[in-house]
């Protein structure tokens, strides 16, 4: 029974879930009985006899306790079943009072990659209006119109049935480029929400009393909006996927239209739902870019059934439609900001590299006149939307195509209109306006080093916008941003830092487009580092950083930019002495900054090395000075980033050969390594890896010079805080034991001969090994197993005879065989073929340890559990046979039996059809890449062809037939076997080779 002792007793039941601060929140299991008697209160039918706000008053007292129970945590009221019994109340009380809304709704959404569509219900019969209701005169009309009484305040909550349209006529939809309405779409639209009766068949009490009803329908709207945005936080992503097609369509609304939350988008007459709604959406969408990485088009479609990737192709190009409809129809700023950033997190997320061009297109001119606009908050979001637009898979041809055409005035039937609001009813923008502030503040003054022409007209125009937007003043003030601006004032700080976030998004994306204006965005930036303002500071900086990521970008020896169209040298130190001589010192000093004072070094470490190289002494030692001195900064985010630049100068090849750097910068890293802080710890970790790669690189290039110049205790002091580090979070681990591995190739002979190197190098690889055997993921493994083969290069270490040396190899046999990971047991083969010699694999029940593991690794190279790991096949069976004939061409006469037996067996049949593809130049290259910032090297990468392989091959089977005529007894009669199992894989490879040739 509803009455208003069933809406107190929710209310107390509410209370109960409330979490009060500073004190304990309600159980767990009362909390589970509260959440059900909430949903078996929106469950329940709405009897006939009951009334209507009561019911709306109960209605929002349970929606409120389900927002209440659900807030401040994960979904942990049952599974499924219990998920898809509330989506599916939440889903009917979303359109709760809407007229015309009459279907069978579900009880239950269950999970499913196609939409559930509600089935329409037939009308109850309408009871005959009284009389007096069917014969009011005009006389009511003109009474109406004098007002109804009603309180301020409701007033402003209550909203019009049918949503504004343009000033001066009914509402119309117009076109969107690329995606126009049809002509069933616009009929809906328009019908959907008319009002059951016309406010002049009331009086004035009945006219109250149904806009009070609206009004409480549009606020249980608006709750239950609210409580879907609480479930979606809530619910793990992963789950909340398979509910996607009850919220969202993937077909144009029209015909009987479905109902989602685009619906209310587009047709609520309460813009504050409509906001409710697209909060939700954003929600949805954030995040969803594992998800809508699917969609895809680019194919023919199919006529036999619809692959899932076209129907999430066709989500997104739906979502695209709506959200144009609603940009264009919508009049309330605030919910205009929220469809802009809803469209952003669409952006954002959907893959339009995978998608048929023409989406962004009329999107990125649609908004264009809203950079105008005179709420500062839609301005804002327009920008955030640019600045989607430019970052989504970039360089995306269809924005780049955007970029180059030249700015033209938006089209008529896109001005702005001010239609609610302004108080006069006259738009605050007309196209003739639109078309002035579009271009007159944004002219862009050619500077001194350019000419007009057509190196100017390359220039983006939104670049030209965004360094307007930052550096000059606005032609007019918009009522939002209050009294006393004038000519002189600058946009409002969101604006401006927004405008600076799409200028490094723009550099970072389309670096080629924006490098004509190099030196003019260095001085947007220092303008903006003299400034007061820290957040101003920050962008500035942020921005110096990414042009300098731009350059050493186009100079990296992958870049496919021709070094014709790259950024001269000498304008690239030109562009540093003026940013070093600049207002970047005072970042760099500001301590009362330390977020600026990170980007400053950021700043610092993007220098491209040849250029470096080139500034003046006394840029160069400033750079060094101030970075060596941060690292000893009291903040971790300024110590971090001083550090990673140090990691960043020590590959520099001016600097990397310089002892006293290297030994100053080992000395900073050191001490970082044992900081409370684990972000400073893992960069310092990073930065340790690189000082060891220049190690490394230094003892190829300047021999043994180098390494009696660098002290061994410096030497000793790295290998035992690498050693410690390894035991650190991952994070620091991984690049932890790539120095330990650099570390140990680097070691000489007088090193290790000391007694005091004798229990570090121990200790080093016992941690080595520990880590190759343990749980921690891949990446780590994976450094771990390229260390250890690192290691083994090392001409000195004593791996015959060391006692560490047996753990180390079973510990890679180990991993070759049975890790789930491919690329570690990749890395894992090419560590046991680094050896040189065949002294290095110990006695021959080593070697046949090795043989054998290697034999079974490959036999069982295509069993794994997860499907993603078959891309890594062949590159496995690659390392696996090379591994193995470097085994061959070291063996010796007492390794014949264990070769000669395994041969013989399954595994031995399945490696001579390996070897046969391995000689004849296929398997596949060895897919080692470089895991994540500061990963391990490519040593050990197999770059020989063919033929090479075959001639290196012939060589072995010629040694192999002579330790076959030689020795006696078991060992001849297995060297014969292996001979006769090499023989008749050569004989393959010709006959295959003959046949080819035919």
Not at 700 to 729: H, I, N, P, R, Y
Not at 901 to 925: C, D, I, M, N, W
Request: charged fraction near 20%.
């Amino acid at each position: 029974m509803f009455n208003n002792l069933c809406v107190h007793l929710l209310v107390c039941v509410r209370a109960c879930v409330c979490s009060v601060p500073g004190q304990a929140s309600l159980e767990e299991p009362y909390r589970s009985v509260c959440f059900k008697v909430f949903l078996q209160t929106l469950q329940s039918p709405q009897p006939p006899d009951a009334d209507p706000l009561l019911y709306c008053m109960m209605v929002q007292g349970a929606v409120k306790g389900l927002q209440a129970s659900l807030s401040g945590g994960k979904w942990r009221f049952g599974g499924s079943e219990e998920l898809g019994a509330l989506l599916a109340v939440l889903k009917r009380f979303m359109f709760h009072g809407c007229p015309g809304v009459c279907v069978e709704w579900l009880s239950v959404l269950y999970p499913a990659p196609l939409p559930q569509y509600e089935t329409c219900c037939p009308k109850p019969p309408q009871p005959p209006r009284d009389p007096p209701a069917q014969t009011k005169t005009s006389a009511n009309k003109k009474r109406k119109s004098k007002g109804r009484g009603r309180k301020a305040g409701e007033e402003e909550e209550v909203e019009r049935e049918v949503r504004p349209g343009p000033p001066g006529g009914g509402r119309t939809w117009p076109k969107t480029p690329g995606l126009p309405p049809s002509p069933a779409v616009v009929s809906s639209l328009a019908s959907f929400w008319k009002m059951s009766s016309s406010d002049s068949e009331f009086s004035d009490p009945e006219g109250a009393a149904h806009s009070k009803l609206r009004l409480y329908h549009s606020r249980v709207r608006q709750g239950v909006l609210l409580c879907l945005l609480t479930v979606v936080k809530a619910v793990d992503r992963r789950t909340l996927y398979g509910y996607w097609s009850s919220f969202i369509p993937d077909t144009p609304i029209g015909g009987p239209p479905p109902l989602t939350l685009l619906t209310i988008v587009l047709k609520d007459p309460s813009p504050k739902v409509r906001t409710c709604a697209l909060q939700v959406l954003s929600a949805l969408l954030e995040g969803s870019r594992q998800f809508l990485g699917v969609a895809e088009d680019l194919a023919p479609p199919r006529t036999s059934y619809t692959p899932f990737s076209f129907s999430m192709a066709t989500t997104v190009r739906e979502l695209h439609r709506s959200l144009s409809l609603a940009l264009l129809a919508e009049s309330s700023p605030h919910t205009l900001t929220q469809v802009v950033k809803c469209l952003a997190h669409l952006v954002g997320n959907a893959p339009y590299n995978r998608l048929r061009p023409g989406l962004l297109s009329p999107l990125w001119r649609q908004i264009r006149p809203y950079l105008r606009h005179r709420d500062v908050n839609v301005r804002v979001s327009v920008l955030t939307l640019y600045g989607a637009l430019v970052s989504a898979q970039a360089p995306l041809p269809e924005i780049q195509l955007l970029l180059t055409q030249p700015h033209t005035p938006p089209p008529q039937d896109t001005a702005l209109s001010w239609r609610q609001g302004d108080g006069t009813g006259s738009p605050s923008h007309t196209p003739h306006t639109l078309q002035r502030n579009s271009q007159t503040p944004h002219t862009h003054t050619p500077p001194a080093s350019h000419t007009p022409g057509e190196e100017e007209s390359r220039v983006p125009w939104l670049l030209q916008l965004c360094v307007s937007l930052v550096t000059q003043p606005r032609d007019d003030q918009s009522d939002s941003e209050g009294p006393g601006g004038g000519a002189s004032v600058l946009e409002p700080s969101p604006v401006r830092l927004e405008a600076l976030q799409v200028l490094a998004h723009l550099v970072r994306g389309y670096f080629p487009l924006c490098q004509v204006c190099l030196c003019e965005l260095g001085g947007v930036s220092a303008r903006c580092l003299r400034e007061t303002d820290p957040s101003v500071q920050l962008h500035g900086a942020k921005l110096l950083e990414e042009l300098g990521t731009g350059i050493i970008q186009q100079y990296r020896s992958e870049s496919s930019q021709p070094e014709s169209c790259r950024v001269p040298i000498q304008q690239v130190v030109q562009f540093w002495v003026e940013v070093l001589s600049g207002p970047l010192n005072g970042a760099l000093q500001s301590q009362q900054h330390p977020t600026l004072q990170t980007s400053a070094c950021d700043t610092l470490s993007s220098i491209l090395p040849q250029a470096f190289t080139e500034l003046p002494e006394r840029s160069q030692t400033l750079c060094i000075t101030v970075l060596l001195g941060l690292t000893f900064s009291d903040n971790s985010l300024v110590k971090a980033a001083a550090v990673r630049a140090l990691g960043v100068y020590i590959l520099f090849p001016c600097l990397r050969e310089d002892v006293m750097f290297v030994a100053d910068t080992a000395n900073a890293i050191l001490t970082a390594l044992d900081d409370r802080s684990p972000n400073v710890r893992a960069k310092a970790a990073w930065s340790l890896g690189n000082l060891t790669d220049t190690l490394i690189v230094n003892m190829g290039c300047l021999g043994e010079v180098f390494q009696e110049e660098l002290s061994d205790m410096l030497v000793l002091q790295m290998v035992q805080s690498a050693t410690k580090a390894s035991t650190d979070k991952d994070r620091v681990k991984s690049n932890a034991v790539r120095a330990l591995g650099n570390l140990l190739h680097f070691l000489s002979l007088g090193q290790l001969t000391r007694p005091v190197f004798q229990r570090p190098l121990e200790e080093a690889i016992s941690a080595l090994v520990t880590t190759v055997q343990s749980e921690a993921t891949m990446k780590v493994r994976w450094n771990a197993c390229y260390a250890l083969g690192n290691a083994f290069r090392n001409p000195a270490l004593p791996l015959d005879s060391a006692s560490w040396s047996a753990s180390a190899f079973s510990a890679l046999c180990s991993v070759v065989i049975s890790c789930q990971n491919f690329k570690v047991r990749i890395k894992s083969a090419a560590a046991l073929s680094v050896p040189a010699s065949r002294r290095c694999y110990g006695d021959a029940e080593r070697f046949g340890c090795v043989w054998r593991s290697l034999l079974t690794a490959l036999e069982h190279s295509e069993e794994t559990r997860d499907f993603l790991e078959y891309r890594y096949c062949s590159a496995l069976r690659h390392t696996l046979t090379h591994s193995l004939t470097h085994l061959l061409q070291l063996s010796q006469s007492h390794d014949m039996p264990a070769l000669g037996a395994s041969l013989q067996t399954e595994e031995g049949r399945g490696f001579r059809g390996h070897l046969v593809k391995y000689l004849r130049g296929g398997g596949g290259g060895v897919e080692c890449e470089r895991e994540g910032e500061g990963g391990g090297g490519e040593e050990g990468e197999i770059e020989e062809d063919g033929e090479d392989r075959l001639r290196a091959f012939k060589e072995t089977l010629e040694r192999l037939r002579g330790l076959s005529g030689e020795g006696e007894g078991e060992e001849r009669m297995s060297a014969k076997v292996v001979v006769a199992v090499l023989e008749d894989v050569l004989r393959s490879c010709e006959e295959l080779k003959v046949t080819t040739s035919d």
